[in-house]
C-alpha cells in the first residue's frame, strides 16, 4: 500500500471513446504527477501539478486533458486516442515539486489497451 | 535532451550470485534515485544518492553515485528470488522535482 491509488486498474477502450483515469493520494502531499510507461520506451514524464497548478506539460499531445481539482485527486481525461497511447499509466505525489531529493510515491497503474 | 542508459537491459542469474547494474549519462543530475517495479505494481523508491562518490547500502544492495554526479550502479551480493523485478533509476532534472528515467533493467533470480 503505498498511498496512492488509481483506478481504473485495467481499461481498454475505442479510439473515439471518452475516458477518465483517477488518482488518488493519501499521503498530504502537495505535487502530483501523470507518467506513461511502455514496453519499448522509459517511463516517461507527461505532466506535473504543485498545489492544483499544471506546472509542466512534458509536450503531451492534447487528446490527454489533465485535471487536479485538488491536492489529493489527479485525472487523466482521454479522447481519440490513438493504438500507440497503449500503455501503463501511473501516477505519483511527492510532498513538494520544488527543490531536489524528493522521493515520488507512484500508484500501481492503470493498464490501456486501445482498440 | 538528458538520458540515462541502463545495463544491462537483462539479467539472469542463479540464487547467490552478485551482480551489478550500471546507469550512465553525459549530463549532471542534482541527484539519482533507483526505484523497484514488481509486475502489476508501480515503481517503489529504494535510495536516493546525492553527493558525488556517495555510497549507500541497503542490507544486501549497495548504491554508488559517480564523482562527476552523471553515473550511477547498484550492486546485489548474493542475490535471492526475492530480488527478481524490473530496476529503475532516475535522473532528477530542473526545478519541479522531474525525474528522469532509464530504460530499466530486468533482474530475474533463478532458484
Known amino acids: 500500500e503505498t498511498g496512492v491509488t488509481q483506478t481504473p486498474r485495467h481499461l481498454v477502450m475505442g479510439m473515439t471513446n471518452k475516458k477518465s483515469l483517477k488518482c488518488e493520494q493519501h499521503?498530504?502531499?502537495?505535487?502530483m504527477y501523470w507518467y506513461k510507461q511502455s514496453a519499448k520506451k522509459p517511463l516517461e514524464l507527461m505532466f506535473v501539478?504543485?498545489?492544483?497548478?499544471?506546472?509542466e506539460n512534458n509536450s503531451v499531445p492534447s487528446r490527454f486533458s489533465p485535471e487536479c481539482p485538488n491536492s489529493s485527486h489527479l485525472f487523466l481525461h482521454l479522447h481519440t486516442l490513438q493504438p500507440e497511447d497503449s500503455a501503463l499509466y501511473l501516477c505519483?505525489?511527492?510532498?513538494?515539486?520544488?527543490?531536489?531529493?524528493?522521493?515520488?510515491?507512484f500508484g500501481d497503474g492503470t493498464r490501456l489497451s486501445i482498440l | 535532451t538528458q538520458l540515462l542508459e541502463q545495463s544491462p537491459q537483462f539479467l539472469s542469474i542463479q540464487e547467490g550470485e552478485n551482480l551489478t547494474v550500471y546507469c550512465n549519462s553525459s549530463?549532471?543530475?542534482?541527484?539519482l534515485q533507483w526505484y523497484r517495479q514488481e509486475p502489476g505494481e508501480g515503481p517503489v523508491l529504494l535510495v536516493t544518492?546525492?553527493?558525488?562518490?556517495e555510497v549507500k547500502k541497503l542490507k544486501r544492495l549497495t548504491f554508488q553515485f559517480g564523482d562527476a554526479r552523471k553515473d550511477s550502479s547498484l550492486h546485489i551480493t548474493a542475490a535471492q528470488t526475492g530480488d527478481t523485478g524490473l530496476y529503475l533509476c532516475?535522473?532528477?532534472?530542473?526545478?519541479?522535482?522531474?525525474?528522469?528515467f532509464g530504460a530499466g533493467t530486468r533482474l530475474a533470480v533463478h532458484p
Open positions: 549530463s549532471v543530475f542534482s541527484s
Open positions: 505519483a505525489s511527492s510532498q513538494d515539486a520544488v527543490g531536489s531529493n524528493q522521493p515520488q510515491h
Open positions: 501539478y504543485s498545489l492544483e497548478e499544471r506546472v
Open positions: 544518492v546525492v553527493t558525488g562518490g
Open positions: 499521503l498530504g502531499h502537495n505535487a
Open positions: 532516475a535522473g532528477v532534472s530542473g526545478g519541479y522535482n522531474k525525474l528522469i
